[in-house]
């Protein structure tokens, strides 16, 4: 355990934000999935309503900092090709 009071309060603000970025990436994750099976289930419509909802989350979570914003731009071209090739 730290024994400074910055280094305390730093400890505590990481793990707060260890918390956000875990659920945030875990929520991000989940909605890649949905993408991924309304795809393999071959229906265009859902594929596409879970592609407008896919690319807002990579936005989000690059915009907080949580994904680089070239990570989440690359994952959303390849979600554009996947959608594309239907």
Do not use: W
Not at 20 to 31: G, I, P, V, W, Y
Not at 37 to 51: F, I, P, R, W, Y
Not at 62 to 79: E, M, P, T, V
């Amino acid at each position: 355990m730290p024994n400074i009071k910055s280094a305390k309060k730093r400890l505590l603000v990481t793990e707060l934000n260890r918390k956000r970025n875990a659920s945030a990436k875990s929520q991000m994750k989940t909605k890649l999935k949905e993408f991924a099976e309304a795809v393999n289930s071959g229906d265009k419509e859902a594929a596409k309503v879970q592609l407008i909802s896919s690319v807002g989350i990579l936005d989000k979570t690059a915009s907080q900092g949580i994904i680089h914003k070239n990570a989440a731009a690359r994952r959303k071209s390849n979600l554009y090709k996947v959608y594309n090739q239907m």
